[in-house]
């Protein structure tokens, strides 16, 4: 089976300080894979994706960058962490092999302070 | 770009009851996925329905490309099947991008 695996669960961060965010896929090779963030509220935007190691693409500026330095790991960074940086950030792979359909991490939930 | 509405905003029902959600989108697309996201925040896919229909257990879905509308049925609801539905649709060819409508929040009583 193909899982989604993200760490942290949870982070509580002081502004202006450091992130990091893993996100590693088992059981497929060469897959797409996204970041989004979902805010207080319902919405779920789309940060960046990858479709093979060292591409990334943007969608929004912001805060946040993004790297893929192995075909199965998926990172989210920021130099200085803002208040506004505070959500819930979800990786997720597409099947691209099959179909587009996508599936997601569990999710990490930054608190930003 | 493309949008993505969904409704009702939000839903309470008794337990048993039938409902539909409804997601309009505003051009055409790849792709159409319903999750439901559970009380810890997990994204749980439901289907995945770019056109026609779908059922799995109580629920089911209809996706009318041509006239960019979605509908995801759910039957005899329980307490468990309380959270957010979201309808996402997918642009970007071989990308596979998602956009996300704003969800439809569930509440089913006992």
């Known amino acids: 089976s193909q899982t989604i695996h993200q760490w942290p669960a949870t982070l509580v961060q002081p502004v202006g300080s450091p992130l990091s965010l893993e996100c590693t896929v088992e059981?497929?090779?060469?897959?797409?894979l996204y970041w989004y963030r979902q805010a207080a509220g319902r919405g779920l935007q789309l940060l960046f994706y990858?479709?093979?190691?060292?591409?990334i693409s943007s969608e929004v500026p912001q805060n946040l960058s993004a790297s893929r330095p192995q075909d199965r790991q998926f990172i989210l960074s920021s130099k200085k962490l803002l208040l506004s940086d505070s959500g819930f950030y979800l990786c997720?792979?597409?099947?691209?092999?099959?179909?587009?359909?996508?599936?997601f991490g569990e999710g990490s939930r930054l608190t930003v302070l | 770009g493309i949008q993505v509405e969904q409704s009702p905003p939000d839903l309470i029902l008794q337990e048993g009851a039938n409902s539909t959600l409804r997601c309009n989108f505003s051009?055409?697309?790849?792709?159409l996925q319903w999750f439901h996201q559970n009380p810890w925040g997990q994204l749980i896919n439901l289907f995945y329905?770019?056109?026609g229909t779908k059922q799995n257990g109580r629920l089911s879905a209809t996706t009318v490309a041509t006239e960019r509308y979605s509908l995801l049925y759910i039957s005899s609801s329980q307490t468990t099947d309380s959270g957010v539905y979201f309808c996402?649709?997918?642009?970007?060819?071989?990308?596979?991008?998602?956009?996300f409508g704003t969800g439809t929040l569930l509440a089913v009583q006992p």
């Open positions: 997720a792979r597409a099947q691209t092999e099959v179909t587009g359909e996508l599936f």
């Open positions: 051009d055409s697309v790849n792709n």
């Open positions: 996402a649709v997918g642009y970007g060819g071989a990308t596979n991008k998602l956009i």
């Open positions: 329905i770019p056109s």
């Open positions: 059981g497929t090779s060469n897959p797409n």
């Open positions: 990858s479709v093979g190691i060292g591409q």
